[in-house]
């Protein structure tokens, strides 16, 4: 009996386990015939980006402050604001570079109580269209334009009434002047931070909206006979047809130190040809001294001769070559793709 037990229980275990078995395989078989009609997973290919889009933000601030100071002077501070925004297309042979430069600033000085002055001040805009020659040449045939301008009026030789109100002579305003160049020419980039820009073809339009300025930055008598004194007489924009020759330079050293330069150079064909007759030359440094702190140092240098200077006090107006440079403390931010 106990044998006939011990035989029916391997006989059921044996039953079971074939079955268990089959069980098995049948899921197995399933399942790889669910794989095999499954879709293959497609690979994902991400979208070229031919943008690069990035811009920078400055804020400088400088402030003195005295008291019982000796040697004298007054107490003064100084505010800047800045944003200098860049975005480039490249895509085969072609490219679309665009530049917008920002910036103002103003100086208080206890020495002219209720006066704020202007200490920065700029409206600048530039854009390139350029096409290879050839897949790996280093030449582009290009379309340039510029604009360039300020935001608010500025005034110099400041002085004070008896009602304590300052009056100044004014200088510039809003598109008092203002240059907008379109140039057809070449370039050379032999790298990616220098390039040579020559356009044999430029227009440009200087502009002054205020009548009061318009002898003073060039502009032509609207009839000889009229009164010179009289700033209506004058046309509100003038038209020269020459070339121009711009250079730019941008280079860093570990992202601590930069340096930028942009060398312009125009030539009138219709007035003393084949002379540089205005020079445009601007100079950035910097120095990072922390993650958003930034030492900078900035220079403007420019001559045009039909551009009127006054000396001091407002006498011998002629043509000078004019220079400003600015030093500042900033925050620096920048956003977008470095």
């Not at 530039?126 to 301008?149: H, I, M």
């Not at 931070?193 to 073809?201: E, I, K, R």
Request: hydrophobic fraction near 40%; include cysteine; charge should be neutral.
């Amino acid at each position: 009996m106990k044998k006939l037990m011990i035989l029916t229980a391997a006989l059921l275990a044996a039953s079971f386990g074939a079955r268990a078995q089959g069980d098995v395989q049948k899921a197995a078989a399933e399942a790889a015939a669910a794989y095999s009609q499954a879709p293959e997973a497609q690979e994902v290919v991400e979208k070229p980006n031919y943008w690069k889009k990035y811009a920078v933000f400055d804020l400088g601030f400088n402030q003195t402050s005295l008291w019982s100071w000796a040697s004298g002077g007054y107490n003064s501070a100084t505010l800047r604001a800045g944003i200098d925004a860049n975005a480039n297309y490249e895509r085969d042979l072609a490219s679309w570079t665009n530049r917008l430069q920002l910036m103002y600033g103003f100086l208080w000085s206890a020495d002219k109580e209720n006066l704020i002055q202007k200490s920065a001040d700029l409206m600048q805009f530039e854009s390139r269209f350029g096409y290879k020659t050839s897949p790996e040449s280093k030449w582009k045939y290009t379309a340039d334009l510029t604009f360039k301008s300020q935001f608010s009026d500025s005034y110099d030789s400041y002085k004070q009434g008896t009602d304590g109100k300052w009056t100044g002579t004014l200088k510039s305003g809003l598109f008092s002047p203002g240059y907008l160049t379109f140039g057809l020419g070449m370039s050379w980039d032999p790298a990616p931070w220098f390039s040579l820009n020559l356009s044999p073809v430029t227009g440009g339009y200087t502009f002054c909206q205020i009548p009061d300025l318009r002898k003073g930055y060039g502009m032509h008598l609207r009839e000889p006979q009229l009164d010179p004194l009289l700033g209506d007489n004058y046309y509100s924009a003038l038209f020269q047809l020459g070339a121009q020759l711009k250079a730019n330079l941008k280079t860093s050293i570990n992202d601590v130190f930069t340096y930028e330069t942009q060398l312009i150079l125009f030539t009138d064909y219709l007035n003393h040809p084949f002379v540089w007759n205005r020079v445009n030359w601007d100079n950035k440094f910097g120095l990072m001294v922390g993650k958003y702190i930034k030492l900078a140092l900035d220079t403007w240098l420019i001559y045009d001769p039909i551009v009127l200077v006054a000396g001091k006090e407002g006498t011998d107006p002629r043509q000078r070559v004019q220079f400003k440079e600015f030093f500042s403390i900033n925050f620096t931010y920048t956003l977008g793709t470095k």
